[in-house]
């Protein structure tokens, strides 16, 4: 199973709100809710630069992603996504992908205070190495 395949790339589609966990240099776990974007090769967040997962993400690139939803009936559906963050440079790319991130997430430019990344921000893509879920059908 891949990021790419349509069940896990719907079931991401409907989630605002992913878990990130990053490796500490103790190696234990720090997980933080994160907004995201998905698509079939990568998932792309952005973070303040200065915080404790950026720091591991730049001493380790190891992470992990889950994505859960529980339905009305009491069904659980999720995705695990395994891989390695890659710390994005400013370019074409960079900005179309903040484009995106204003058209999912409306409350970005106020928290901004306009619609460019602020320089304290960065970005970073999760190339999978492995994808699981549960639940999808």
């Known amino acids: 199973m891949g990021l790419d395949e349509a069940r896990v790339q719907s079931f991401l589609a409907t989630r605002d709100v992913v878990v990130l966990a990053t490796v500490q240099a103790t190696g234990a776990p720090l997980a933080m809710p994160m907004w995201f974007l998905h698509e079939p090769a990568a998932l792309t967040m952005i973070s303040v630069g200065d ?11 190891r992470v992990c992603v889950v994505a859960e939803a529980v339905g009305a009936g009491g069904e659980i559906r999720g995705v695990t996504v395994q891989g390695r963050a890659e710390l994005l440079a400013d370019g074409p790319e960079r900005r179309a992908l903040i484009g995106r991130f204003h058209e999912k997430y409306r409350g970005l430019e106020r928290l901004w205070a306009g619609k460019a990344m602020p320089a304290n921000r960065v970005m970073f893509r999760i190339v999978p190495s492995r994808v699981r879920s549960w639940g999808l059908g």
Do not use: E, G, P
């Not at 915080?51 to 690139?61: E, H, L, S």
């Open 51 to 61: 915080t404790q997962k950026v720091r591991n993400i730049r001493r380790d690139r």
